[in-house]
Nanobody, 125 residues
Framework: QVQLVESGGGLVQAGGSLRLSCVAS????????MGWFRQAPGKEREFVAAISWSAGNTYYADSVKGRFTISRDNTKNTVYLQMNSLKPEDTAVYYC??????????????????WGQGTQVTVSS
């Protein structure tokens, strides 16, 4: 059974930082493109960041470029999202996602194969 388990969410003041983690129980984790999405209240779920299986390529939504960094550790089946300079508009439930593809950019346009349960990030002004 595939599971993606996020952690690291919480309440932080604007300008602060958080690091999200996602541990994946995925056979062949290193072959999956991994990513993060988020969904704010009353809004659709949106792409945040993705990283290819080799970690050689990363992709970001324009709204987080320069502030968020995605990384992965294939020895630990874990993907991370370092979030700096957080803004109130970053408040959302953040979801880990996985897609069995070597093409990292696919997660920007194609539905993931698997989702995590989500972790709440709240940024106060």
């Amino acid at each position: 059974q595939v599971q993606l388990v996020e952690s690291g969410g919480g309440l932080v003041q604007a300008g602060g930082s958080l690091r999200l983690s996602c541990v994946a129980s995925l056979n062949g984790f290193s072959t999956y493109t991994m990513g993060w999405f988020r969904q704010a209240p009353g809004k659709e779920r949106e792409f945040v960041a993705a990283i290819s299986w080799s970690a050689g390529n990363t992709y970001y939504a324009d709204s987080v470029k320069g502030r968020f960094t995605i990384s992965r550790d294939n020895t630990k089946n874990t993907v991370y999202l370092q979030m700096n300079s957080l803004k109130p508009e970053d408040t959302a439930v953040y979801y880990c996602a996985a897609r069995n593809t070597p093409v990292g950019s696919e997660l920007m346009y194609v539905k993931p194969d698997y989702w995590g349960q989500g972790t709440q990030v709240t940024v106060s002004s």
